[in-house]
């Protein structure tokens, strides 16, 4: 399917991958548009500046690849580890569906994942500074001494953040979802 080894401002439609594994292959300025990879296996690629849009990515393994600047509109993500990564910034997804992955110990800061599901996703000791959860479901998702300084959770249901076990400070919350906010301090709310 990718016979070279670069690629500069390419649009691939329609492509099928799966169970397949590419090496060293770089993509610049792509645009990925209804695309489906699954179970395929990325080592050392580099996905600059990238787009992808209606895509499905299920159970890849980006093994020591790069996302610099990728952009993920109406897309599902399921079952990837983010961790294998070498290099990843500036982060952004809209509209898509993110489940079971792992984001453990990244560092994120100003990712926006907006008008997204967001389920079973691991966000332990991740960076995630600044980020932006508008309106996103994050059922099940886990936070765990994740530094959430300055995000935005505005609109953002289902969340279970304990302040506690989290930095959190400026950050933004909405009524009545951020009461959840306060179920690890061993209180009660009454009416």
Known sequence: MFDKKEYFKSKFQDLTSSKLTYSDIEFEECEFSKCVFIETKFKKCKFIDCKFSNCTISACRF???????????????????????????????????????????????????????????DFTEADLSRAELNNSNLEKSKFFKTNLEKASFVNATNYSIN???NKISKAKFSLPEALTLLSGLDIKIEK
């Not at 093994?63 to 952009?71: A, E, I, R, V, Y």
């Not at 997804?93 to 996703?121: A, H, Q, W």
């Open 63 to 121: 093994t020591d690849s790069t996302f610099l600047n990728p952009k993920f509109t109406n897309s599902k993500l399921m079952g990837i580890d983010w961790t294998k990564l070498a290099r990843s910034s500036e982060w952004k997804f809209k509209e898509c569906t993110l489940e079971y992955c792992n984001f453990k110990l990244m560092k994120l800061p100003g990712i926006v994942i907006v008008r997204s599901e967001i389920k079973d996703v």
């Open 163 to 165: 302040a506690q076990h």
